[in-house]
């Protein structure tokens, strides 16, 4: 996410024995099965006949944690044959319902919308009047130059293009991903920088359903957000989204199968008023009504783990990819977050990502910038995450371009005055 106040790859042998011990750790469910995860059953899902689990562990070897050239990389609307799904199973490995990936919505062009949206970033200048006059100003002008230090292989693509859902959705597929966590703002609201995205979420459970992908929302810090304005948007959700078979479900401790909503910048917010929401004894209490969830409050500071416990929040999520960069998203921190859920009945959902830059944006933050290494970075994100033994593993993120955190197809970019930064030399999906 671009806002910076919230302070590659292997071989694919070795990706390959990563991802075995990821999978047997957080087992598979089959498309066949409910979409819903056993909250604290972690391991130990059930499987149709040993056979069928002898077929899953074979797939699963060869699963890649990373994404590889889509089928569909036009930036027009196909021909529909282009957009058949071959459904055999072969296809594509199983999706992994315990991995959730974070999901943006929010770009656009002039074939879509008439304009360039989010490519077209301007340089955020620091805070420091005095830092901020020794970098440049202004905004960047697509489709060459973009807000990003990586270009995507679809170009500057909009959100809305239908081809491009169905290669972001075969990309998930091929790496074995079964959860699409969207930037969601509610209807009529939008980012600094964007449009309203809620018109898009019905194309985009649509794509998800056809390829068994599962979305979940990701909240965002919308203004003027507290408790009410917060429970009538989850029921908006739940009423306009809920029937729908790519919404996605989880199990809860108690056996429930509820919405799972991820609340970015929890923390603005004051734990008596999450609490009026969350808590069974709340005001404007939603456990145990038909809009009930699975809320999980992000983590940066220390202290926000026992913020988030007295506010009711069911579990815990780090987001940032920048090893380091807060409490939360520092991996030495993990185990000792973990066992405080554990203690706590909390669900644990450590984020990991590729690297990070976002120097194309804040041209003065270099200091933040987390290089990929040729995917070493993401292997020990990986790493650490699955040291915790965690329910559920977000990845931050599928395209974020912004802030380098993408594992969406990127390619090598010349021409123009802007130097991209690119995947070689490996190929564009590493």
């Not at 315990?98 to 805070?127: E, R, T």
């Not at 979940?216 to 429970?231: Q, T």
């Not at 969830?293 to 999520?317: N, P, Q, T, W």
């Not at 976002?358 to 290089?371: A, C, E, L, M």
């Amino acid at each position: 996410m671009a806002r910076f106040k919230r302070k590659s790859c292997v071989t694919l042998t070795a990706l390959a024995l990563l991802i075995f011990v990821i999978t047997v750790i957080l087992k598979t469910l089959t498309p066949d099965d409910t979409s819903a995860v056993d909250a604290f059953g972690l391991g130990l899902f059930a499987v149709k006949s040993q056979r069928e689990e002898d077929h899953l562990l074979r797939n699963r070897v060869n699963v890649e944690i990373r994404t590889r050239a889509p089928h569909v990389m036009t930036r027009k609307v196909p021909e529909e044959k282009e957009l058949s799904f071959q459904s055999e199973d072969h296809a594509f490995p199983p999706p992994n319902y315990n991995m959730h990936v974070f999901y943006y919505i929010w770009y656009g062009n002039p074939q879509f919308d008439g304009k360039f949206i989010h490519w077209d970033h301007p340089l955020l200048p620091h805070w420091d009047a005095k830092v901020a006059a020794g970098y440049p100003k202004g905004r960047h002008e697509p489709p060459d130059d973009i807000g990003a230090n990586f270009y995507p292989a679809l170009g500057a693509y909009s959100s809305r293009d239908p081809s491009v859902i169905e290669a972001h959705m075969q990309q998930l597929r091929t790496a074995a991903i079964g959860v699409l966590a969207v930037s969601w703002y509610p209807a009529g609201m939008k980012d600094d920088n964007g449009e309203p995205v809620d018109d898009i979420i019905p194309l985009i459970l649509e794509v998800a359903d056809k390829y068994k992908v599962k979305v979940v929302f990701h909240i965002e810090p919308y203004k003027g957000r507290d408790e009410n304005s917060m429970l009538e948007n989850i029921k908006y959700i739940v009423d306009k989204y809920g029937e729908h078979p790519a919404f996605f479900r989880y199990r809860s401790p108690s056996g429930k199968l509820l919405p799972l909503f991820y609340i970015y910048d929890s923390y603005l917010q004051n734990p008596d008023i999450w609490a009026q929401m969350l808590k069974t004894t709340g005001k404007k209490s939603i456990r145990n009504t038909p809009y009930d969830g699975v809320f999980i409050g992000l983590l940066v500071e220390e202290k926000h783990k026992k913020e988030m416990l007295a506010a009711g929040f069911d579990g815990i999520y780090t987001y940032f990819a920048t090893n380091g960069f807060s409490y939360g998203s520092s991996y030495h921190n993990w185990k000792s977050i973990k066992d405080f859920c554990d203690r706590n009945n909390l669900i644990f959902i450590p984020s990991v990502g590729p690297g990070y830059i976002d120097t194309s944006i804040r041209p003065w933050n270099s200091q933040n910038t987390r290089n990929r290494l040729n995917g070493k970075y993401y292997e020990t994100s990986l790493s650490a995450a699955v040291a915790t033994m965690p329910q559920v593993i977000s990845i931050t993120s599928f395209n974020e371009w912004h802030e380098g955190t993408q594992i969406e197809t990127a390619i090598p970019k010349t021409g123009g005055q802007t130097a991209y930064l690119d995947y070689l030399p490996h190929k564009p999906a590493v």
